[in-house]
């Protein structure tokens, strides 16, 4: 099970922490939040909590759920609000931009029994992700230039398995991820296109026809003139975005995107300095798609590069899809010689 | 760091691929006049710290480059051929020299087959 992003998107941001995943019971029973009124001094006024006074004051630090996890905190504002007090947070050593307002029950002390269950959370996620907690992809990252590269958050923060794509949400808060990867939404109708073509080959035994038209190339070159008719002119940037894909592809088809029912056809058909993208066509290019987040996630990008880059990438799957009829193959064909004409989903 | 000028060959101590001092073309550079030329070649020095130049010659160029562009055009709102970054950058380093990271060779060196993940079988709600 991979591991959810450090802000879950679309969801209720409380006691969001208790809706991911099963941790152990113990885990449960450590992280329930104490009452720790009596230990530090830090209250503004009295050990309990009576109703009108608030059990966190400005400026205090604190230690906040946030997710699955536990962060520090400085409570920057107190108010109450129909009869319940509503504190607005900054998490120490995150850009202001996930500054929020939380109700009580996300807030404990900084207590030592308090960062004990910070440490546990850790422990917890840092083991289910596919990569140590120090993995190189772990840096956090933010859109606002302020690159937060505090060692503890480096720790704290969860790395996304190589490669997971989620869906992306329109609110400008819920891009900036903390994961390095590039998530690339692919649109629906291609994501069935993909489902289809691993029934054909992985269930039906059935394989694309090779040579395909168009090619890899003849479709990067179409959308290339598709751009240039429709802006008046082509840009530099995405002719390299181009040249770069289609790089991709030669060198990762054999290696990362074909299914082993395809590698005979493959060393067949592509020989000596025979390169994939004259020879492939959309199917395979579309299970590039499904892999570079991976293979970008070995280049540092700027973060608002990147967001042009995830741009310019989705715009061209849009291309795809507005093409999909007449880029992809509805049939394919049987290994034994046997064509399939016509729709050839087993209904 | 010393401006433009020839004979750079103390500058760039420990760069292999440090180009062997070249007079650069006169009137012949395509860059416009109106940075001057040491702004260019500062802020570029500033992008390859992001886009390391060892990465411009595996198979992530592409993108590297990209990434030098979209720097450079952020820095100067203009924007910047691919031409005019690889020309600035042969000005300092001979590309050829490069050899491509061993790191990239990494992701390419386990064939794997190609497996569609588990959430592509999932109905997404919206």
């Known amino acids: 099970m991979a591991v959810p992003a450090l802000f879950r998107t679309g969801q209720s941001a409380t006691r969001a922490h208790e809706e991911v995943g099963e941790p152990p019971i113990w885990l449960l029973l450590l992280l329930s939040p104490t009452d720790d009124a009596a230990t530090d001094g830090d209250m503004s006024s009295g050990d309990s909590p009576p109703s009108n006074t608030s059990l966190y004051s400005e400026g205090e630090k604190v230690l906040a759920y946030h997710g699955p996890r536990i962060y520090e905190a400085k409570?920057?504002?107190?108010?109450?609000?129909?009869?319940?007090?509503?504190?607005?947070?900054?998490?120490?050593?995150?850009?202001?931009?996930?500054?929020?307002?939380?109700?009580?029950d996300r807030l404990m002390k900084c207590t030592d029994e308090n960062r004990l269950k910070q440490r546990a959370l850790e422990k917890g996620y840092v083991e289910k992700s596919s990569k140590s907690g120090r993995s190189a992809q772990a840096k956090p990252k933010n859109l606002n230039d302020a690159r937060v590269e505090k060692e503890d958050h480096k720790n704290n923060v969860v790395a996304a398995p190589k490669g997971k794509k989620r869906k992306n949400d329109s609110g400008t808060k819920d891009n900036q991820s903390v994961e390095k990867v590039i998530k690339i939404q692919i649109p629906s109708t291609l994501r069935k296109q993909l489902v289809d073509d691993w029934e054909f080959v992985t269930q039906q035994d059935k394989l694309v026809k090779l040579p395909r038209s168009p090619t890899v190339d003849d479709i990067l070159t179409k959308y290339l003139e598709y751009r240039s008719k429709r802006d008046g002119t082509i840009t530099d940037s995405l002719g390299e975005v181009l040249k770069g894909i289609r790089c991709y592809f030669d060198k990762a088809l054999p290696v990362l995107l074909l299914y082993n029912k395809e590698r005979d056809q493959y060393h067949k058909l592509v020989v000596d300095d025979v390169s994939p993208s004259t020879v492939y066509g959309a199917e395979h290019l579309l299970r590039l798609f499904v892999k570079l987040p991976e293979l970008l996630a070995y280049v540092n990008i700027e973060d608002e590069t990147q967001i042009r880059l995830h741009q310019k990438l989705l715009d061209f799957l849009k291309f795809l899809q507005k093409n999909q009829s007449t880029f992809f193959v509805s049939a394919y064909e049987g290994c034994k010689g046997t064509e399939g004409k016509g729709k050839s989903k087993n209904d | 760091m010393e401006s433009g000028g020839k004979g750079r060959e103390e500058e760039q101590d420990g760069i292999s691929v440090h180009s062997p001092c070249k007079a650069p073309p006169s009137s012949a550079s395509s860059l416009p006049k109106e940075h001057p030329q040491i702004e260019l070649e500062l802020k570029l020095l500033q992008a390859l710290e992001i886009y390391p130049l060892v990465k411009l010659q595996g198979i992530h160029r592409h993108f590297v480059l990209f990434g030098l562009m979209e720097f450079l055009r952020r820095s100067f709102d203009r924007q910047f051929s691919s031409d005019e970054v690889l020309q600035l950058l042969d000005r300092f380093y001979n590309l050829e020299m490069l050899k491509p990271d061993d790191e990239e060779m990494e992701i390419l060196n386990h064939e794997e087959d190609f497996c569609l993940p588990q959430t592509f079988f999932v109905k997404e709600e919206s």
């Open chain 1, 75 to 104: 409570v920057q504002k107190v108010e109450l609000r129909k009869k319940e007090f509503r504190y607005f947070l900054h998490y120490l050593g995150w850009n202001k931009n996930w500054d929020e307002w939380v109700s009580v």
